[in-house]
């Protein structure tokens, strides 16, 4: 597991990633879905933040629930029982069920245990699994450890969101 030990990011700073990203997506004509569970539409919030967004942006679920996890993406019961929400095996589920329910050419997804509670000794609080994915392509997923209260972890797996995605939107 990685450990970061990154400063948060302020407000301005996630509203610049999501400015830069948009940039990125608009001149390559990209369309963007999301996929949220800790991070609860924060993602899908400072992208739309961005004037503009609508050329870029498609739509975003928020899937906080196991059940809407499988309701709204697809993401198999059994995938949850045996590796947890908080695996990257299911976010790389949750990024190919936004393909199942549009037509974007890139997703992110996210789950994590944001605090204070939730935590475990193999998933302590702090833990955030990260997918991206291109529409036809193998998702890529990260674990992550985030230090800090419920906000700041999730403030930095917005900002991890939004690095990867400009990361796979300019290649």
Not at 34 to 52: K, R
Not at 83 to 105: I, K, L, R
Request: aromatic share 6%; with cysteine.
């Amino acid at each position: 597991m990685n450990s970061s030990t990154s400063h948060i990011p302020s407000d301005q700073q996630l509203l610049q990633l999501a400015e830069q990203l948009g940039r990125i997506l608009f001149e390559k004509s990209l369309l963007l879905a999301t996929a949220e569970s800790c991070t609860g539409g924060w993602i899908a919030q400072i992208l739309t933040a961005v004037v503009g967004s609508s050329a870029w942006f498609d739509r975003g679920f928020v899937t906080y629930s196991n059940q809407a996890k499988q309701d709204l993406l697809g993401v198999s019961a059994k995938t949850l029982d045996q590796y947890g929400a908080v695996s990257e095996q299911v976010v790389q589920e949750m990024v190919a069920g936004v393909f199942q329910n549009c037509t974007a050419d890139l997703a992110v997804s996210v789950s994590g245990i944001a605090g204070p509670g939730g935590g475990s000794a193999e998933k302590p609080v702090g833990t955030v699994c990260l997918g991206w994915c291109r529409s036809g392509e193998q998702a890529i997923s990260v674990r992550k450890h985030f230090a800090g209260d419920r906000e700041a972890v999730r403030r930095q797996a917005v900002a991890g969101a939004l690095r990867g995605l400009i990361d796979l939107a300019s290649h």
